[in-house]
């Protein structure tokens, strides 16, 4: 690779075409010293540099939209999954590229960082999204220090967070949690053939997501130990399925089902085998739980319109998501134990499953002033 030096005014320059980046030919112009013998073994040196380093360091003189273009590509999109990948694009370009963007990265300061946390928190944000900005955030300006050396100094390590009136919780019509006779409505109105009735039968009796749930074959279920295990989830990308890895560690599980539905998924896989016999060679060999009459899987996208027509049809204002809050909230106030709940729900937290349903339990709230009131009364 080679360069060259010139003067301009009183110092010395050097410059060296670098390799392209989006297409564009990049070429490097510093200063090299007050003479020509400076410059050129600052060039020198400068050119054993790149070539050893790859000339990530020069990103510092990019914008901050370029270098978490760069993070993203060279970081996210190789070590983390796919639906964060499109949280964290949407995430860099709604709410951090629009405030702090068209600045350079080396001239990144806590003060500037801390207005993207603050704008995004006047427009209204939840908690929890502003709780990811800062994670995404973080996770690039920190990477930008090291191992990319881009820059001595994290900016995010400043950051506070604005509090939220607690005051103004979730409440059970937020998180949209159905009630029991709500439920047996739905029932009514989605038909045991229907592609929705089985995954909807599964989300309530377990609390899985919803890719947890299509995502299950029945070597996930144990007939006589009465346990259902999650392992993989459904994915969409684009149009197309695929299968991922759940959530996180802890989202690997295994948890016990009751008769109920234990029944339900006896009579479902004898109607499997009964459409595989009707549909012949035009039925779709698979092990999947969730399939079409025709052996096809259902995927979100079916999960969605099926949905969309059994919430017009029944008038319950409901989502998909209302099944894993329900299962929740009627363990929760019925006396089951907060542990418990985290470990089948596959929260990594124990404070997400609190945060989550806490507030929501009333009963569970009176029931313990009930016992400590009958603790004097013995």
Same mark, same amino acid.
């Given at each position: 690779m080679d360069g060259s030096v010139r003067r301009r005014g009183?110092?010395? =320059?050097?410059?060296?075409? @670098?390799? /392209?980046?989006? @297409?564009? /030919?990049?070429?490097?112009?510093?200063?090299? @010293?007050?003479?020509?013998?400076?410059?050129?073994e600052a060039l020198r040196?400068?050119? +054993?540099?790149?070539?050893?380093?790859?000339?990530?360091?020069?990103?510092?003189?990019?914008? &901050? #939209?370029?270098?978490?273009? =760069?993070?993203?590509e060279d970081y996210v999109m190789r070590n983390l999954k796919y639906n964060t990948q499109q949280n964290y694009r949407g995430t860099i370009d709604n709410h951090i590229v629009p405030y702090i963007g068209h600045y350079k990265l080396k001239a990144m300061q806590p003060s500037v960082v801390?207005? &993207?946390i603050d704008k995004n928190f006047e427009k209204g944000l939840a908690k929890q999204t502003l709780a990811i900005i800062y994670t995404v955030m973080a996770g690039a300006f920190k990477r930008a &220090? =090291?191992?990319? #050396?881009?820059?001595?100094?994290?900016?995010? /390590?400043?950051?506070?967070?604005?509090?939220?009136?607690?005051? +103004?919780?979730?409440t059970k019509e937020d998180l949209k949690v159905i009630t029991m006779d709500q439920f047996r409505t739905l029932q009514e109105y989605v038909h045991q053939s229907n592609p929705f009735y089985i995954p909807m039968m599964i989300a309530f009796h377990t609390g899985l997501r919803r890719g947890e749930v299509l995502g299950l074959t029945w070597d996930n279920i144990s007939f006589e130990h009465q346990t259902l295990t999650v392992e993989k989830i459904i994915v969409m990308k684009g149009k197309e399925w695929t299968i991922g890895t759940p959530k996180t560690q802890a989202s690997y599980r295994t948890i016990n089902i009751g008769k109920q539905l234990i029944d339900v998924l006896k009579k479902h896989r004898k109607r499997q085998l009964e459409n595989k016999l009707f549909y012949g060679q035009h039925y779709t060999e698979n092990n999947f739980i969730c399939t079409k009459e025709n052996g096809k899987l259902t995927t979100p996208h079916s999960i969605k319109h099926y949905g969309d027509k059994a919430r017009r049809e029944s008038g319950i204002d409901?989502?998909?998501?209302?099944?894993?809050?329900?299962?929740?909230?009627?363990?929760?106030?019925?006396?089951?134990?907060?542990?418990?709940? #985290?470990?089948?729900?596959?929260?990594? /937290?124990? @404070?997400?499953?609190?945060?989550?349903?806490?507030h929501l339990t009333n009963k569970t709230k009176k029931e313990t002033v009930d016992i400590f009131e009958n603790i004097f009364q013995k």
């Open positions: 009183k110092k010395w =320059y050097y410059s060296f075409e @670098g390799a /392209r980046i989006n @297409g564009k /030919r990049m070429r490097y112009e510093r200063v090299g @010293g007050n003479t020509k013998a400076e410059a050129t040196k400068a050119l +054993n540099y790149y070539e050893e380093a790859g000339a990530i360091e020069e990103l510092s003189n990019f914008s &901050v #939209q370029d270098y978490f273009d =760069y993070w993203y801390q207005k &993207v &220090v =090291y191992p990319y #050396q881009l820059t001595n100094n994290d900016p995010t /390590r400043y950051i506070q967070m604005p509090k939220y009136d607690q005051r +103004n919780k979730k409901f989502s998909f998501h209302s099944f894993r809050h329900t299962h929740a909230t009627l363990l929760l106030e019925n006396g089951a134990i907060d542990k418990a709940i #985290q470990e089948r729900l596959g929260h990594a /937290r124990i @404070g997400t499953t609190m945060d989550t349903y806490s």
